[in-house]
């Protein structure tokens, strides 16, 4: 690949675990907005550290030599990385200084860039070497999978702190919210058998049941029942992910 791109990578790349390093996603924030009954419980977000890991692995991996004209890299990854990376740093400052609406509008450039990655790179465990699928493919499926939940779970709290759709009810939203997720993550492993992103979904839906176990509402009960049948598409697509 051009020697550029990859050097850009690796050079953003950094600068996201270093800035994270010294001021990273603040929790803090949660307690001085008005949370949503979307927000899974804190030990969801240690996903976070595989998700870094898991890139830092794609970043070593597309600068082997091996790689230098991988077109997977090249033509559907590109500069592409080097802009979401720049994206989350800027995430985290507007995030953690409390600004909703500019985050949110970040994060929704974010969402969008991290999705182009994904569906370009047009996921086929089954077409790529092991080594493409462990270092390129998961990594992806595992960040873009995770950024769809961080989307919904801030346009959740952008709409509760501006007072938008006041006629509709916070749990109402959430619920709505947590419908289009599962339908998204039906439609992405049914095309692809990405068990992957389902499994991130099944994580973010399992830490909001366990955030609303003590509520007397019906987002557990929900979330539930989208864990139940998430978890049946991961085994009907199991094998074909293994590509027996």
């Known amino acids: 690949m051009k020697t550029y791109i990859k050097y850009f990578n690796f050079i953003t790349f950094v600068l996201v675990l270093i ?3 010294l001021i990273g996603f603040n929790q803090d924030t949660f307690n001085n907005i008005e949370r949503t009954s979307l927000v899974p419980a ?16 794609f970043v070593i991996y597309q600068g082997l030599p091996s ?14 990385f080097v802009l979401t990376s720049m994206l989350n740093i800027i995430w985290l400052f507007t995030w953690n200084n409390q600004m909703i609406l500019l985050s949110w509008l970040v994060l929704f ?24 699928r462990i270092f390129i493919q998961i990594p992806f499926s595992t960040y873009f999978a995770w950024i769809s939940v961080a989307f919904f779970l801030n346009t959740s709290i952008l709409i509760k702190n501006y007072d938008l759709f006041t006629a509709i009810s916070e749990n109402s939203i959430t619920i709505l919210f ?4 599962l339908v998204i993550s039906f439609l992405i492993t049914n095309s692809n058998n990405d068990i992957v ?24 009960l929900v979330a539930g029942v989208g864990v139940i049948l998430l978890l049946l598409q991961w085994i009907d697509k199991y094998k074909k992910y293994l590509c027996k």
Do not use: H, P, R
């Open 197 to 220: 992103f389902l499994s991130v979904i099944v994580w973010a839906l399992f830490g909001v049941i366990i955030n609303q176990l003590d509520n007397e509402n019906n987002i557990s």
């Open 67 to 80: 790689n230098k004209e991988k077109g997977l890299i090249i033509e559907n990854i590109g500069l592409l």
């Open 109 to 132: 450039m974010y969402f969008f860039l991290l999705g182009m990655i994904y569906f370009s790179l047009d996921i086929d465990y089954c077409q790529v070497s092991i080594w493409d």
């Open 42 to 57: 804190n030990y969801t977000f240690s996903i976070w550290g595989l998700i870094y890991l898991l890139l830092l692995m």
């Open 19 to 21: 800035v994270n390093y």
């Open 178 to 181: 947590m419908i289009i997720i």
